[in-house]
């Protein structure tokens, strides 16, 4: 089984647009560091919900070693970097981050990465979900940001535009 290790923000969104099967279909299994539990259910809203209620397979780890913190700390938050450490704790094999200075950080470093609509474009591709443009209209109606160029790019890539 694929070791993937999943950011805040991915949990945040597809919590709230009832999304988080989209990420246990395609994967079976997710792997997140406690400070990006804390996050996420820190905030009394759908994704704290939905994340408590599937912690069968929603596998919350601690980072071990801690005296890397520091280095990884420079743009990046608590989540982000925890995410990073337990990656490279247990030799992950993708890393879900929508951050672009955390998902440039993890490139660097050598972490496969993927994003929010990286997933959604998977589960499309693997006819998990039937469209993109619906879980993409949710997104934005639950107050996601995401630039109308980059919606243009998933929708042209999924082959609905």
Do not use: C
Request: aromatic share 4%; charged share 25%; net charge neutral.
């Amino acid at each position: 089984m694929r070791k993937v290790v999943v950011n805040s923000t991915p949990l945040i969104i597809l919590g709230n647009i009832d999304g988080l099967k989209i990420l246990q279909e395609l994967y079976g299994e997710i792997i997140i560091p406690r400070a990006v539990f804390e996050e996420v259910t820190s905030k009394d809203d759908d994704a704290k919900l939905k994340l408590s209620q599937n912690l069968s397979w929603i596998k919350v780890l601690e980072v071990q070693d801690k005296s890397n913190r520091k280095m990884y700390q420079a743009k990046l938050h608590d989540g982000e970097v925890e995410v990073m450490m337990l990656s490279n704790e247990i030799s992950a094999d993708l890393l879900v981050i929508d951050d672009n200075a955390a998902k440039k950080t993890a490139k660097f470093l050598g972490f496969t990465v993927t994003g929010t609509l990286g997933v959604i474009l998977k589960a499309k591709s693997e006819g998990i979900i039937p469209q993109v443009k619906p879980i993409l209209d949710e997104i934005l109606r639950q107050g996601f940001y995401i630039s109308s160029k980059l919606i243009e790019t998933v929708l042209k890539t999924s082959n609905e535009k």
